[in-house]
């Protein structure tokens, strides 16, 4: 049992998935009760509107501090803050009363090191990110040479937290050995995967984490400047993050001399413009430059000219977010978590027909199935849950078969799959899988850059090919033109995203041809088996 204490802070969630289910009415009625009953009362009660935990199940979530920790409130309304806060003593008997927050099992499971701050802090205090680890990682880098920098964050094991996966530490050395007086850190923020927030949730929580992540790859490298490239979908994540920066700056975590020492480095924030193309690190770069966010054609690599033909570190946001912590704990610890070449700690994002949908952190390794049944709770619906779709829109959608594999880039190549940004949507039984076949083509024929034919038209011969074998036409013929125009994007296109967009459809015509072989129309539930024959 909790001891009851004086209320001294209360905390209430800031972001956007907290304030779309009525945080802000929230906090409002929490800062009445502070006024009228609080003060009334001979207590001092702070209203601090943190970040969330990443637990949208749970939001609104109002915590309380106690002497044994915070108590959390699950799903309050502004209604419920008088009945739970009562005339100081909180009502720990409420039925929305989770307990201890850390302690709580869905949080407790988890191993956050990325977002291990998320929550417990005013996201634009400096101090209080001070107080809970932050600048270490950073005060240690400014004390290194370039070289060991860059040896720590490859000993680490990091890899780019997005669909590549490409090795961190490999494309740091490339452009730390560059020859140029000019160097760039540009920041993918341009987050449009299906299912994906994990990006807007460390912007709006914990935004000085990605701004000391930068700093330390720009010493790394020796570059001066820094861009991260925000969506423009994130109207609070940039107001927050205009913030941080002009903090940072304040506070001598930007500038012309980082904490007091020698080394320049400065952030600009730049706002895209809708565009999901620009996700690819070279039409990001020329959306930066002010061009059409079209995709280059590779060599050169954008480690030795990229922005403004200079060498460039492109990182996402989970990259770098995950530098500060292997710079202040070492890379063997961070590399401690995990399992073959899948090393550190993946934040995964539950989302679409899910009971407790939300982000969690884990190493490498854990299970489809046991990341969605002990953390996910099955479907909202009740129903069965049948496929399951994990990297975003071009990720392959996954049968009951495929759901004991492990989290891992390895595994999941293996099985003609990618981790992508961690996005994991989950679909009940009710879903027509040959709608989601043709959707990957319409997703690609809209936001194709039109560089490359491939691309360009054969998704929109794609959706063609789909819609004639929905109507039973010719299936046999279609179902081989299908397979073959699937073949020439993924060889052809000049980027992933005709590249992969092969790789949903075939995991339809794979695992559950039966929809798209059968008639538009006919509900899933009318299927029969994984399977059907080709006529």
Known sequence: MIAPASVTRLYVPNDTAARSVGADAVAAATERWSREVGLSNGMLAQVVRNGSRGAAWLEPLLEIDTPEGRVGFANVTPKMVDEILGVGEPDLRHPSCIGVVDEFPWFRMQTRLTFARIGRIDPLSIDEYRAHGGMAGLERAITMHQAAIVQDVLDSGLRGRGGAAFPAGIKWRTVQQASSQTKYIVCNADEGDSGTFADRLLFEADPFLLIEGM?????????????????????????????????????????????????????????????????????????????????????????????????????????????????????????????????????????????????????????????????????????????????????????????????????????????????????????????????????????????????????????????????????????ELLEELCETMELGSLCAMGGLTPMPVRSVMKHFSTDLLAPTGTPASAAVGEHSEVT
Request: aromatic share 8%; with cysteine; hydrophobic share 40%.
């Open 215 to 479: 700093a330390i790859a720009g010493i790394a490298v020796g570059a001066a400047q820094g861009y991260v490239y925000l969506r423009s979908e994130y109207p609070h994540a940039i107001h927050v993050f205009r913030q941080a920066l002009a903090i940072a700056r304040d506070k001598g975590l930007l500038g012309v001399s980082l904490l007091g020492s020698a080394h320049v480095f400065d952030i600009e924030l730049r706002v895209g413009g809708g565009a999901y193309i620009c996700g690819e690190e070279t039409a990001l770069l020329e959306s930066l430059e002010g061009k059409r966010g079209q995709v280059r054609s590779k060599p050169p690599l954008p480690a030795l000219e990229g922005l403004f033909g200079c060498p460039t570190v492109i990182n996402n946001v989970l990259t770098l977010a995950a530098v500060p912590h292997i710079l202040a704990d070492g890379s063997p610890h961070y590399a401690g978590h995990g399992v073959d070449r899948s090393k550190g700690t993946m934040p995964f994002q539950l989302a679409g027909n899910v009971a407790r949908g939300g982000l969690v952190e884990l190493p490498f390794g854990i299970s489809l199935r046991e990341l969605m049944e002990t953390f996910g709770a099955g479907t909202r619906s009740g129903r069965a849950l049948r496929a399951v779709q994990v990297g975003g829109p071009l990720g392959a959608y996954l049968p009951s078969s495929q759901w004991d594999t492990p989290l891992t880039y390895e595994h999941f190549a293996a099985i003609g799959a990618m981790l992508g940004h961690g996005g994991i949507v989950m679909f009940d039984d009710t879903v027509d899988m040959a709608e989601q076949a043709q959707f990957a083509m319409e997703f690609c024929a809209h936001e194709s850059c039109g560089k490359c034919t491939p691309c360009r038209l054969g998704s929109t011969r794609g959706v063609e090919v789909i819609q004639r074998l929905r109507q039973r036409e010719k299936t046999r013929a279609n179902w």
